[in-house]
């Protein structure tokens, strides 16, 4: 099984700092400061916690909850680490996705997360009863960022957040 | 033309940083902490030079120059943001690249920089002079990080970042 991304959300200070120690990972963005602290580590001087953002590490799989799916928007900051560890997305509360189904007979993913598809490449696949393939792509080019898998038609929703 | 990715370098203090401001774009880390200064920003005092680590925006045409092509590492530690703005990568010096030629009559290039590269995905294609079509395939799941035109054979260079 592939490893999954690390998810922090915004949250609120109390939240993520009790006596100036962090109750849980927790990312803190300052301006142009970010700092990465672990659980049970003090929050640095120079933070003035009233101008300061918590972003608190979360389960991957609700990342769902953080995002307005009749909007198609994010409705709160979250940073995405990638499986790899080198890789970082930031996303900001407002920022549209495309939210897009996937939905067949037979069903099978090609575009993982952390992937990015244009819209001349199919991110997913899938067949219908009479054996009909076909290539699902995205309206505009994006970075796949979470995949949902659901038990309802239509299984699974990809969640690309589009090129401006 | 496709908006280009920023690159940033390690480099010294002394060519970031003149009587406690930037002379450039920079990007300075100490241990947890990370700053985005634009230029002629002030140095934030909790940053103890001695111990931070500092990294100045570079033309992203020069990622070549910090790569050993011999031994296929970094050299440097960088930091790439890619057009979207919102994914950064992180690579360090000493982190093992695989450098992939693309060569051939005609050349297709199909994964851009920012891709994840699965074994089973083309990232470019060639065609001989007879008219075969070759599908070029990397040996590892990787990130592009950087596609080098040259001008001599073998044309173009692919700079993958595998994941462990």
Redesign the interface.
Known sequence: MEKLPKLYVETTQEECVKDGKTLAECVVIMG??????KEN?EL???IDPSRAKFLKREVYDRFYLYVDRTEQKMTADVILVL??G??????KKGDELMILPVEGFTKTLIA?V???V?TGDAFAAVTTRKGEVHYLKPPKTG?VVFIDEITNRPHYLYYI?P??
Do not use: C, H, K, Q
């Not at 142009?32 to 602290?37: K, P, R």
């Not at 080198?86 to 996303?91: A, D, E, Q, S, V």
């Open positions: 142009n400061v970010e700092v990465w602290l580590e640095p001087d120079f499986p790899d080198r890789t970082r997305i930031y996303l993982n952390g992937n990015r244009r970075t957040l090129e401006e």
